[in-house]
């Protein structure tokens, strides 16, 4: 192992200062924090909780049904990320929705649903929207290529969230938060500093290798016990200050803030995202007058308290029983990088 | 959903760039970042290339440790 990762190690082992809860924004930090044996290093009074960064997770069960209902009332084809076809609706997933005859098609990339509906044009095309400030110029941008097709086949059903008001909601749920670095490379860092010095929130903007996951934890152990607000973006090599200007300038273009619902956390203030008015014809919900739908969680999941650190995974009366990522009957057990997943995989496995 | 890949551009053409990350090769948007070239580090995500980075990128944070402590 090379000089510094030993260094970051040895910190991270060695440290003995106070309690500190650590909140891991995002679920591929959950995910690798995990896959790389992280938490069995880490000295008891480091507490780990998995926010809410998984876009999957947060998804509300009102969406899914939104979805399913274009495809089996609308006969839409939905084109969708891979993850979010498990996840439950009130009463079915899109899974389900598919061996009803509903058109589900998995792509990679929003890009790639544009493609499609560009050689289906005898179809309705809908991408199921979701993610943070890091896929949605994705979305933007598959919408701007549409408009430049004059394709009038392909829409998006949005429910593309942003982080600020989670940070926000969260505050008091941890000590330090680890932030998503891919986040931060398209917003920069401006908000991260200003939570920190007007609101006293410490946080770490953070890679996804072994040795930046290391580096993050062995700087803010140091930095924790100076009691200190603090703020460090210890992902430079992808994360500048002022972030991705084309991709602010090409979300601001299509699309502009409104309140987001988010599973197992409600609604939160300007969380969410949604189409302008001059972009409506790429709305989903206003091209095929979706009706409203309030969305039902089943009593059984904790996801909430899960996200908010109230709770472990393992807490759920249903862990490992009822619910597993063969049979989700929450959100977080269905992504790989859903907490309750990872607690399941990594446990199963006697880790 | 979320994983960021790193890639190395190969070639570029009408604002895309034919990436390979780790052996795979893709074609990716290069809409978000100006005067993109060949042989240019970039982080990928949901096939667009969403950053500009450098090469030596675990030297980089080997580094990085020393600078912030
Ligand atoms: S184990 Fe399943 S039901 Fe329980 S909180 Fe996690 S996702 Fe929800």
Redesign the pocket.
Known sequence: MKEQLKKAKAIIEGYDGPAVRVMEVCGTHTHEIFHLGVRKILPPQVELISGPGCPVCVTPAGFIDEAIWLALEKNVTICTFGDLVRVPGSTRSLADARSLGGKIQMVYSPMDAFEYAKEHKDEQVVFLSVGFETTTPASCLSVKMAKEAGLTNYALLAANKTMPGAYEMLKDSADVFLYPGHVNAITGNALNRKLCEEGGISGIVTGFTASEILTAFAVLLKKFPEGKPFFVNAYPRVVTEEGSIPAQKLIKEWMEPCDSQWRGLGMIKNSGLRLRKEAQDFDARVKFSIPKMEGRT?P????GD?LQGKCR?TD?K??GKG?TPLH??????VSNEGA?SAYYQYNSRGE | MCVGLPAKVMTMKDGMAVVDASGAKREVSAELIENLEPGDYVMVHAGIAIAKITEEDEDEAEDLLEGLL
Do not use: D, E, L
């Not at chain 1, 059984?300 to 996801?303: G, V």
């Not at chain 1, 989700?328 to 057990?333: D, E, L, R, T």
């Open positions: 089943s059984a999941c904790r996801c899960v995974p759920c249903v862990f619910c989700p009957i929450g959100a977080c057990m309750c």
